[in-house]
């Protein structure tokens, strides 16, 4: 079991030049069901998603990408765009209060389900690329999210026109630390 997931990760690529093919539903629920089902702090399951097929809205987001973002173009070239948002002052709050050091714990949440949704998308033979660079105001309203809800990165998801090789990775020895740092 452990081979295959670490297949999974170790075989997963940013795509950004999508195939002129459409997800199929079963597909897109499959990789919606990997979110619902991952863990969340306090199991506060703070994300909301909101899955973007209309071109019209997608150009509003595109209009919100620099072009130097390398993935801009993959907004409109994919078939499908998640955009993957936070419930704020959910996750890391206690009876309203922020629990922990770093506040708000909404980026490690959503973090957490950028992968599941990335791998789960992976394991089904489609490509994804997570964005954040990007202005979010304008994302979020195009996307017309209501106060309290952030937009936290966005998602093309399509079948990959084609996969390169693996980047370099830095050896375990660079940054694994035993007992101190």
Same mark, same amino acid.
């Given at each position: 079991m452990i081979e295959t997931v670490m297949m999974a990760i170790k075989e997963r690529r940013s795509?950004?030049?999508?195939?002129?093919?459409d997800v199929p539903e079963k597909a897109l629920q499959a990789i919606l069901e990997a979110v619902q089902w991952?863990?969340?702090?306090?199991?506060?399951?703070?994300?909301?998603v909101v899955v973007v097929k209309d071109p019209k809205i997608k150009e509003q987001i595109h209009a919100a990408v620099p072009a130097s973002n390398p993935g801009s173009k993959s907004i409109l070239k994919a078939p499908v765009l998640i $955009?993957?948002?936070?419930? @704020? #002052? &959910?996750?890391?709050?206690?009876?309203g209060l922020v629990t922990t050091k770093f506040g708000d714990w909404f980026m490690?949440?959503?973090?957490?389900?950028?992968?599941s949704l990335?791998?789960? $998308?992976?394991?089904?033979? @489609? #490509? &994804?690329v997570v964005l954040g660079l990007y202005e979010h105001d304008k994302v979020n309203a195009a996307l017309n999210l209501p106060e309290?809800?952030?937009?936290?990165?966005?998602?093309p998801l399509g079948y990959p026109e084609k996969v390169s090789g693996a980047p370099k990775r830095k050896n375990l020895d660079e940054f694994v630390h035993y007992d101190t740092f």
């Open positions: 795509i950004r030049n999508y195939a002129d093919t991952t863990p969340s702090w306090a199991n506060t399951q703070c994300w909301e $955009a993957l948002c936070a419930k @704020l #002052g &959910t996750s890391g709050y206690y009876k490690f949440d959503l973090g957490l389900a950028t992968q990335c791998l789960a $998308a992976h394991a089904l033979g @489609l #490509g &994804t309290g809800v952030d937009n936290v990165c966005l998602i």
